[in-house]
């Protein structure tokens, strides 16, 4: 079973850069590739980035690419989410996801663990 915590995530002007955290406990980390997802309010959960177990597969969605940085550090077990430039549209609760796959592989879909996600909220 593995536990995922997100942090980071806060009030942020447009225009500003966070960069959210997600810590990993209770599994093997790097057996894991790793997806950011986001849901905004009465929209679904959207993809945004993923990264395979050695982080040398990444994918985004293709909205959030260039302005959205996926990475990992396994030795801190733990995957990050650089976002800049940001706008009011990206206002949203941020996740963190986790699915075991085989190396170098990445998924936008059907992810094992999720975090409980932290607030972004970007303001105009």
């Known amino acids: 079973q593995v536990q995922l915590v997100e942090s980071g995530g806060g009030l942020v002007q447009a225009g500003g850069s966070l960069r959210l955290s997600c810590a990993a406990s209770g599994g093997t980390f790097n057996s894991y590739a790793m997806g950011w997802f986001r849901q905004a309010p009465g929209k679904e959960r959207a993809f945004i980035a993923a990264?395979?177990?050695?982080?040398?597969?990444?994918s985004y969605a293709a909205s959030m690419k260039g302005r959205f940085t996926i990475s990992r550090d396994n030795a801190k077990n733990t995957v990050y989410l650089q976002m800049n430039s940001l706008k009011s549209e990206d206002t949203a609760v941020y996740y963190c996801?986790?699915?075991?796959?085989?190396?170098?592989?990445?998924?936008?879909?059907?992810?094992?663990?999720w975090g409980q996600g932290t607030q972004v909220t970007v303001s105009s």
């Open positions: 996801a986790a699915k075991f796959l085989p190396p170098d592989l990445v998924s936008r879909y059907d992810y094992d663990y």
């Open positions: 990264i395979s177990r050695s982080g040398g597969s990444i």
